[in-house]
């Protein structure tokens, strides 16, 4: 079975610009959420989605958005990219919204900026 | 602030010793406690996780222990081998509220285990 698929695995942008990170649940998974890794800490909670609806969002500026397709993928765009930016983007999917128990994540995207 | 704190830092092991991460949350809400293993490169798997209903919880070499009055919970790796050296993450979450499902992560623990 496939797991959690993220792309792209890595991508360098320039301080100013947008990224689109796209991630893929597992397959019958209907919650996609997603979560900041800056170097050297743990993964912070960015957005939760279930049902194509934003059911969640931590603390973080207006610069993040996310969305869920029909087919239950996920995009994460950031836009006006600063160099804080630059971490690994965790996708995490689950079958039921709010089921910390069945999150599973994928390899992640590491995002550069510069 | 920092939901979860996660001690120590880094851990240096010998092949064969008992590892032993330590975590301490506020949010009495948190009702369920898993720990994750990251590789370089790869994202968190789920390791063992606990509900607060019971004080330990074995898996193998991996042991969760759980004080609730606390609010304290480690893992223990028993018979640490090479293959563990990894970063360990605890993490806490709640089945309730507004926050229902968020994952709260500790700021990670560097494992490694010399042969």
């Known amino acids: 079975d496939a797991g959690v698929t993220q792309s792209p695995t890595h991508l360098i942008k320039t301080r100013g610009q947008q990224v689109t990170l796209r991630c893929s649940p597992i397959?019958?998974?209907?919650?996609v959420s997603w979560y900041q890794q800056v170097l050297g800490q743990g993964p912070q909670f960015i957005f939760q989605y279930y049902e194509k609806e934003e059911r969640g969002r931590g603390n973080f500026p207006d610069r993040f958005s996310a969305r869920q397709f029909p087919n239950y993928s996920s995009e994460l765009n950031v836009n006006a990219l600063l160099l804080g930016d630059s971490a690994l983007y965790l996708c995490a999917s689950s079958s039921i919204w709010g089921a910390a128990t069945e999150a599973f994540f994928g390899q992640g995207t590491r995002l550069t900026v510069v | 602030q920092q939901q979860v704190k996660q001690s120590p830092q880094s851990l240096i092991v010998q092949k064969g010793g008992i590892s032993i991460i330590n975590c301490a949350y506020e949010?009495?809400?948190?009702?369920?406690f898993p720990w994750y293993q990251q590789f370089p490169g790869k994202g968190p798997a789920l390791l063992i996780a606990?509900?607060?209903?019971?004080s330990e919880k074995k898996e193998g070499r991996f042991t969760i222990s759980f004080n609730k009055s606390a609010k304290q919970f480690s893992l223990h790796i028993m018979d640490s081998q090479p293959g563990d050296s990894a970063t360990y993450f605890c993490?806490?979450?709640?089945?309730?509220?507004?926050?229902?499902?968020?994952?709260?992560f500790g700021r990670g623990t560097q494992l490694t285990v010399w042969p």
């Open positions: 993490a806490a979450s709640s089945d309730r509220g507004s926050t229902l499902g968020r994952l709260y």
């Open positions: 606990i509900r607060p209903d019971v």
């Open positions: 949010n009495t809400a948190f009702d369920y």
């Open positions: 397959s019958g998974h209907k919650s």
